[in-house]
């Protein structure tokens, strides 16, 4: 079984840059972009 590993950094790419790093879930908002992108990788892996 082949597996697959995705580094993903956050702060700023996948949520919105608070100017600290985001230490409570409350404080964490993803980003529009993020999720398409996520999305499209993961079907993406799944179609090949």
């Not at 608070?18 to 799944?46: R, S, T």
């Amino acid at each position: 079984m082949d597996r697959k590993l995705a580094f993903l950094d956050r702060d700023g790419v996948l949520n919105r840059e608070l100017g600290n790093y985001v230490c409570k879930k409350e404080d964490f908002i993803l980003l529009d972009h993020a999720i398409k992108n996520v999305k499209f990788w993961v079907q993406k892996d799944m179609n090949s």
